[in-house]
Every structure is written in structure tokens, then in C-alpha cells.
């Protein structure tokens, strides 16, 4: 034991032996004389070191109280946990609250599926228990062979119910008292679940308005998400993307042009006027419908059928690029890249070809640039190198074809084409971002020059092979 240099602290921590003639030899006094060293450390510890706000202070000692001058004593100073209130047990996380309805929470597992399995209550009311099982490990199998639910109306009822809680969220700015409208049609609000909120709540008034179903809901919520991805289009700045019915009337003046016989064609055009809301937008299916009209009654409509898709496709090629293509070909064509949202000023920037060494493949430019592209050098795109320009679009649903995915695409221009014809493919400035569109609608539009013409189109590699080809353009 440590030994001290007061007299009564050695008496209160030092043990009594039994053998009152302890054994003495060169081991023990060694002992000592560390323990002595050790002692000597000790006093110069704080005077409070060791006092009752330490955690074992006064260990074996009633009251805890300091002054022994023990182990025990020398502990870290330590700050005790707040005091919880009386009868209740400290917790420092605090679990989320219960996704169940209150009246739910005190059932047991038997009394919650037969909750489900008689429907008692209105469905956005037991939709929750669904979700709580799945929770708890059950599978929705288990769940379909106890309550008789199959799978396919779990995952309705449960996503139904999440867009009904966004609808009476107050950020929606939908009417409560239109909620219960929905209380008989859980598939209808199913329909809404790709939409933002807003868009769920102009489309939720719009479904009741209309008296739509659930397919109706479901073409409504993909014409909705599907407009901005559009804005290239030929027609697109005549509807109002904050318009639900606008939305819908734009995807069926769409199918419109995609329809092979003209009485479909001008049926198509009918439902979508029906549906039009803004005075822009019916306007402008009028104009359509009316030659339409014409064309089924075997009247000659614009000079022999110039407005027939058919006869003004843009001769512009969609190629894509196969892998390891740029490093087989053997000649190869840098040019500048722009971005859709740069507009029309950057187009004009760009940098020109100034000189090239054909032997040994230099190019030379009149001013510095930081984006290019490396292509293949192919015959259209070779003949307007000197003024040519990459505009790089983030999505080529923008790209007036039928078959257009959402991937990038790189439009190949030449700023030399800015007289706009009939059978072009053009690229302008539409609210700050470039786009492209066909010279035949720019025409009608009384759009007599544009940036740059189209003279290639050219998608990313992909395994499968998807060319486009002259029946998928719009």
C-alpha cells in the first residue's frame, strides 16, 4: 500500500496485518521506496481532487466524503446526467412518433389485420396498418393471406393514402372540403403519385372538374410531367405548362400528328380542344383542326399537301456513336461545345477554324475556347467545320422524333444557315436557352432567321441499335 506522509493518513489507509512481526528484507524495502516515490507524487494533487463530485469518491466510506486519500479518490471530475422526472426513466433518443392512426396504436397484431380484413373505416384510415406490417417484417404476401388484400391494392392503398396527406398539407392550397371527393377513389389519387405537390393539387382539382377516371388521371398526370420535357416541339409555346388541361391538350395534339389516318387525326384534335384551357392554346388547335378538317373532307390544303408530316421531314441525320468509334476513324473533326442554357450569345462566340494543316492535322482558331468535341469526321459535319458549332443538350426528348429519349445529344450546327426554310431543322433562343425547332414551324411562328442550322444530330453510344429513321420524326 502507498504510504504517506501524514501520520493519520497512513493509519486510515493502511491495513493491520495479522503477523505482528512483519518480515522485512531488500524486495519489501524496494517496495517501499517505489511506493514512498509514489506517495510523494500524490500530494500534489488538487485539494478537491477525489471529493464526492467524483465518480467512486469515497468508495467504502459512508457519505462519500474526501480526504481519504485512497484510489478510489483520484477519479476524473464528472458531470451527472440530467435528473429525469420522478417515476420515469432518462431518455436521451426519443423515437419517431407512431405512423398509426391513434385509434390503431392499442391494437394487437390480431385485432389490426382484422382491421384490414373486414375494411373497417374508410380506406386512408387502415392504409397506415399496411405500411406498419410491412414495418414489422410481414411480406405482402403474408398480408394478402390474412386479410385477402393482394399485393397489387396494398401498394395502391398505402401510395394513395401518402398523396391524400400531401393534398391536405397547406403548402398544396387545396380545399379541405374537396378531400372527401376522393374518399370512394383511391385509384384516382394513385394516378397523381410521379407529380410534385403542386402539380398534384392542379391535377386532383382537375380530375374532379372533368369527372376523370382512373385512366383519365393517369394520361392527365403523364401529359403533366411529360410537357416540359417538350419545349422543342413544334405548337409547344402555345400551351401553358401551369395548366393542367393545357398539359393534356398539348399530349393530344401530339397523338394528333403521330395518327395515320385523318380521322383520327381530327378526333384527336377535338378531345384535345375540349380540354384546352388557355385562349393561346385553343387557338392554335383550331388553326390545326380546321385543316384537319379539310384534309378528310379531300380538299387540297397548302399547295398539294405541303402540311402533310410526310412530305417535310428535315433532311438532318440522327446517328449514334458506337464505342471505340473516334479512335477508328481516320479523320477526326474538334469542334467548339456549347451548352443549351448559354443562349444565343455563345453560339456567336464560339471559335472559327482560321487555318488547317491537312498533312499533319492542325487546326488552327481565331480565339480560345475551354469545351469541345471530338467527332468523327463525316461528310455533312466536314463541310461546315469552318463554321460549325456543338450545342449539348441535357435531354433529347427535346428533339422533335417520336422514339426521343431522355439522354444527352449533341446537335452539330452551322452558324452559315440562318435563313429558316421549310424542310430545316434550325437552332434558336426561346427564354434564355437554345432550342431546337423545324423550319416549318418557325415559319408559321413568322420566324425568318435563325442561329445556326441542324445539320446532324448525335446520341451517346448504347449496345442496342436505334437508329432513327425518316417515319420517326414528328
Given at each position: 500500500?502507498?504510504?504517506?506522509?501524514?501520520?493519520?493518513?497512513?493509519?486510515?489507509?493502511?491495513?493491520?496485518?495479522?503477523?505482528?512481526?512483519?518480515?522485512?528484507?531488500?524486495?519489501?524495502?524496494?517496495?517501499?521506496?517505489?511506493?514512498?516515490?509514489?506517495?510523494?507524487?500524490?500530494?500534489?494533487?488538487?485539494?478537491?481532487?477525489?471529493?464526492?463530485?467524483?465518480?467512486?469518491?469515497?468508495?467504502?466510506?459512508?457519505?462519500?466524503?474526501?480526504?481519504?486519500?485512497?484510489?478510489?479518490?483520484?477519479?476524473?471530475?464528472?458531470?451527472?446526467?440530467?435528473?429525469?422526472?420522478?417515476?420515469?426513466?432518462?431518455?436521451?433518443?426519443?423515437?419517431?412518433?407512431?405512423?398509426?392512426?391513434?385509434?390503431?396504436?392499442?391494437?394487437?397484431?390480431?385485432?389490426?389485420?382484422?382491421?384490414?380484413?373486414?375494411?373497417?373505416?374508410?380506406?386512408?384510415?387502415?392504409?397506415?396498418?399496411?405500411?406498419?406490417?410491412?414495418?414489422?417484417?410481414?411480406?405482402?404476401?403474408?398480408?394478402?393471406?390474412?386479410?385477402?388484400?393482394?399485393?397489387?391494392?396494398?401498394?395502391?392503398?398505402?401510395?394513395?393514402?401518402?398523396?391524400?396527406?400531401?393534398?391536405?398539407?397547406?403548402?398544396?392550397?387545396?380545399?379541405?372540403?374537396?378531400?372527401?371527393?376522393?374518399?370512394?377513389?383511391?385509384?384516382?389519387?394513385?394516378?397523381?403519385?410521379?407529380?410534385?405537390?403542386?402539380?398534384?393539387?392542379?391535377?386532383?382539382?382537375?380530375?374532379?372538374?372533368?369527372?376523370?377516371?382512373?385512366?383519365?388521371?393517369?394520361?392527365?398526370?403523364?401529359?403533366?410531367?411529360?410537357?416540359?420535357?417538350?419545349?422543342?416541339?413544334d405548337g409547344w409555346a402555345a400551351f401553358d405548362g401551369a395548366s393542367p388541361g393545357d398539359c393534356l391538350a398539348f399530349w393530344r395534339f401530339r397523338q394528333s400528328r403521330e395518327a395515320i389516318a385523318v380521322e383520327d387525326c381530327v378526333a384527336e384534335l377535338e378531345r384535345a380542344l375540349e380540354v384546352a384551357e388557355t385562349e393561346a392554346?385553343?387557338?392554335?388547335?383550331?388553326?390545326?383542326?380546321?385543316?384537319?378538317?379539310?384534309?378528310?373532307?379531300?380538299?387540297?390544303?397548302?399547295?398539294?399537301?405541303?402540311?402533310?408530316?410526310?412530305?417535310?421531314?428535315?433532311?438532318?441525320?440522327?446517328?449514334?456513336?458506337?464505342?471505340?468509334?473516334?479512335a477508328d476513324a481516320s479523320t477526326v473533326l474538334l469542334l467548339p461545345v456549347v451548352r443549351e442554357a448559354d443562349g444565343v450569345a455563345a453560339v456567336d462566340a464560339a471559335p472559327r477554324r482560321s487555318a488547317t494543316d491537312v498533312d499533319l492535322g492542325l487546326v488552327q482558331v481565331d480565339k480560345g475556347w475551354a469545351r469541345w468535341a471530338?467527332?468523327?469526321?463525316?461528310?455533312?459535319?466536314?463541310?461546315?467545320?469552318?463554321?460549325?458549332?456543338?450545342?449539348?443538350?441535357?435531354?433529347?426528348?427535346?428533339?422533335?422524333?417520336?422514339?426521343?429519349?431522355?439522354?444527352?445529344?449533341?446537335?452539330?450546327?452551322?452558324?452559315?444557315?440562318?435563313?429558316?426554310?421549310?424542310?430545316?431543322?434550325?437552332?434558336?433562343?426561346?427564354?434564355?436557352?437554345?432550342?431546337?425547332?423545324?423550319?416549318?414551324?418557325?415559319?408559321?411562328?413568322?420566324?425568318?432567321?435563325?442561329?445556326?442550322?441542324?445539320?446532324?444530330?448525335?446520341?451517346?453510344?448504347?449496345?442496342?441499335?436505334?437508329?432513327?429513321?425518316?417515319?420517326?420524326?414528328?
Amino acid at each position: 500500500m502507498l504510504s504517506l506522509s501524514h501520520s493519520h493518513a497512513a493509519s486510515a489507509a493502511t491495513p493491520r496485518h495479522r503477523n505482528p512481526r512483519p518480515r522485512h528484507s531488500a524486495a519489501s524495502a524496494s517496495r517501499r521506496r517505489r511506493a514512498s516515490h509514489i506517495a510523494a507524487g500524490a500530494i500534489l494533487l488538487p485539494p478537491n481532487f477525489g471529493s464526492g463530485n467524483s465518480i467512486g469518491g469515497g468508495l467504502g466510506k459512508p457519505g462519500g466524503g474526501g480526504g481519504g486519500g485512497g484510489p478510489s479518490d483520484r477519479k476524473l471530475p464528472f458531470t451527472p446526467p440530467p435528473a429525469a422526472p420522478p417515476g420515469q426513466l432518462y431518455q436521451p433518443f426519443h423515437p419517431p412518433p407512431s405512423p398509426l392512426p391513434e385509434a390503431y396504436r392499442d391494437l394487437d397484431l390480431t385485432q389490426r389485420l382484422a382491421v384490414l380484413r373486414d375494411r373497417m373505416g374508410q380506406w386512408y384510415e387502415y392504409a397506415p396498418l399496411i405500411a406498419a406490417l410491412n414495418r414489422d417484417g410481414f411480406m405482402p404476401s403474408s398480408i394478402e393471406e390474412a386479410t385477402g388484400i393482394s399485393g397489387v391494392e396494398q401498394n395502391r392503398l398505402v401510395v394513395a393514402a401518402q398523396v391524400r396527406d400531401s393534398l391536405l398539407d397547406e403548402s398544396a392550397a387545396f380545399p379541405r372540403d374537396l378531400v372527401s371527393s376522393f374518399d370512394a377513389a383511391p385509384e384516382l389519387l394513385y394516378e397523381l403519385r410521379f407529380l410534385t405537390a403542386r402539380q398534384r393539387a392542379d391535377a386532383a382539382r382537375h380530375a374532379l372538374a372533368r369527372g376523370l377516371d382512373a385512366r383519365g388521371a393517369r394520361d392527365l398526370a403523364r401529359a403533366m410531367k411529360d410537357f416540359p420535357y417538350r419545349r422543342a416541339e413544334d405548337g409547344w409555346a402555345a400551351f401553358d405548362g401551369a395548366s393542367p388541361g393545357d398539359c393534356l391538350a398539348f399530349w393530344r395534339f401530339r397523338q394528333s400528328r403521330e395518327a395515320i389516318a385523318v380521322e383520327d387525326c381530327v378526333a384527336e384534335l377535338e378531345r384535345a380542344l375540349e380540354v384546352a384551357e388557355t385562349e393561346a392554346a385553343r387557338a392554335r388547335l383550331e388553326v390545326d383542326l380546321d385543316r384537319a378538317r379539310r384534309r378528310a373532307a379531300g380538299e387540297d390544303v397548302d399547295g398539294g399537301g405541303a402540311d402533310d408530316d410526310s412530305a417535310s421531314h428535315p433532311g438532318v441525320p440522327v446517328v449514334r456513336l458506337q464505342y471505340g468509334e473516334v479512335a477508328d476513324a481516320s479523320t477526326v473533326l474538334l469542334l467548339p461545345v456549347v451548352r443549351e442554357a448559354d443562349g444565343v450569345a455563345a453560339v456567336d462566340a464560339a471559335p472559327r477554324r482560321s487555318a488547317t494543316d491537312v498533312d499533319l492535322g492542325l487546326v488552327q482558331v481565331d480565339k480560345g475556347w475551354a469545351r469541345w468535341a471530338v467527332l468523327p469526321g463525316w461528310g455533312p459535319v466536314a463541310e461546315a467545320a469552318d463554321e460549325a458549332v456543338v450545342v449539348e443538350l441535357a435531354d433529347g426528348r427535346a428533339l422533335p422524333w417520336r422514339s426521343a429519349e431522355k439522354e444527352k445529344a449533341l446537335v452539330i450546327a452551322d452558324r452559315r444557315g440562318k435563313e429558316v426554310a421549310d424542310e430545316g431543322l434550325y437552332v434558336l433562343e426561346k427564354d434564355g436557352r437554345l432550342v431546337v425547332e423545324r423550319g416549318r414551324s418557325l415559319v408559321e411562328q413568322g420566324v425568318a432567321a435563325a442561329a445556326a442550322e441542324v445539320v446532324m444530330v448525335v446520341r451517346p453510344p448504347k449496345e442496342v441499335n436505334d437508329m432513327i429513321s425518316d417515319d420517326e420524326w414528328d
